[in-house]
């Protein structure tokens, strides 16, 4: 079975699924993976200060908190380049960037010849042309499927207070998240954990089903439609929940779940718009206090990441 992988982003799910495929790849022979197929290469490609700089800032803050809070990006980039190379695996870039290119359409029939075609947050609305090129594309969400179509879905999933936060894999159609489903799975949503933490959580539970979902895919299997409520979440909605103007004006309950859903929330604090990781209750008077709709005294103390002894000055 020859597997065409389509990629536009780099991180902890990306990462882990796209070396999921590789390794079952290496350990047997009738699975190829033809490409990596990417409108944004340099995402896989990353400089090598770039890469020092988020592992020194996340071996900082591993030393400095006792769980893990919000990561803005992680040094992976590099996994997945080295994991390719070590593969033979290409990394193509359509022209333009763009997936459905005639031309790269052309050359995934001519070419590449997949059997099956692997969406792990292809950024780019896949047409007919191209799934036909490639047998039909499967692709990974990070949310329960009808309820959390659209971007965001883990977030989405924590602020709502989901118990449990799902993932699935389904055929790509030219709706939107709206392909037959071909395995579900969903993994514990503890209060305590942030956002990081859970997608970690989510990466190994996804990339552990990546061998049962090749099988379905081996054998044909056309999966089963989307059952239940759809529901929808824009890029726009979730932008909308991570700026808060006025904090003064939402419940302690709705900020707190803002900033463990989303793990960065910038609020407007003492007169400027700061980007908070971290809220806890706090005496009036406090740095960085505020009160909220409720009544409640909130401070923020940690912003993207840091303890405020460790912030540069002015952040």
């Known amino acids: 079975m020859r597997l065409l992988i389509l990629s536009d982003a780099n991180g902890t799910t990306t990462s882990a699924l796209i070396r999921a495929v590789l390794g079952l790849a290496r350990r047997r022979p009738d699975v190829v993976v033809c490409g990596i197929a ?25 030393a400095t908190s006792r769980r893990m809070p919000f990561e803005a ?28 290119d005639p031309a790269f359409v052309e050359r995934v029939a001519r070419e590449l010849r997949p059997d099956a075609g ?26 329960a499927l009808p309820a959390y179509r659209g971007l965001n879905a883990t977030p989405f999933s924590l602020y ?15 709706g939107l998240d709206t392909g037959d489903v071909l395995l579900e799975g969903a993994v514990p949503a503890d209060p305590a954990a942030g956002l990081a933490e859970i997608v970690r959580l989510k990466a190994r539970a996804a990339a ?15 999966g089963r439609p989307q059952a239940g409520a759809p529901g929808y979440h824009s890029g726009a909605e979730g932008r909308d929940l991570r700026r808060v103007d006025d904090p003064g004006r939402l419940t302690a309950d ?10 960065l929330v910038e609020m407007a604090i003492d007169g400027a718009l700061r980007p908070v990781t971290r809220l806890r209750p706090a ?22 990441g840091l303890p405020p002894r460790l912030r540069p000055r002015g952040r």
Request: glycine fraction near 12%; charge should be neutral.
């Open 38 to 62: 990417t409108g944004r290469p340099e995402v896989f490609d990353p400089p090598a200060a770039t890469l020092a700089r988020r592992a020194a800032r996340r071996a900082l803050v591993r």
């Open 73 to 100: 990006g992680e040094p992976l980039g590099h996994e997945v380049r080295r994991a390719a190379a070590r593969a033979g695996v290409p990394v193509i870039v359509p022209p333009g960037g763009e997936v459905n």
């Open 118 to 143: 692997l969406s792990f947050y292809c950024h780019q609305l896949i047409r007919g042309p191209l799934i036909e090129a490639c047998g039909g594309i499967v692709n990974y969400h990070d949310g």
């Open 160 to 174: 709502a207070g989901d118990a449990l936060t799902g993932f699935t894999f389904h055929w790509i159609d030219e």
């Open 208 to 222: 552990a089903a990546v061998p049962r979902v090749l099988e379905m895919v081996a054998a044909g299997e056309p």
């Open 254 to 263: 709705d900020l707190l779940r803002r900033v463990r859903a989303f793990g």
């Open 283 to 304: 005496a009036p008077g406090t740095h960085l206090a505020f009160r909220t709709a409720d009544g409640a005294t909130l401070a923020a103390d940690r912003l993207v």
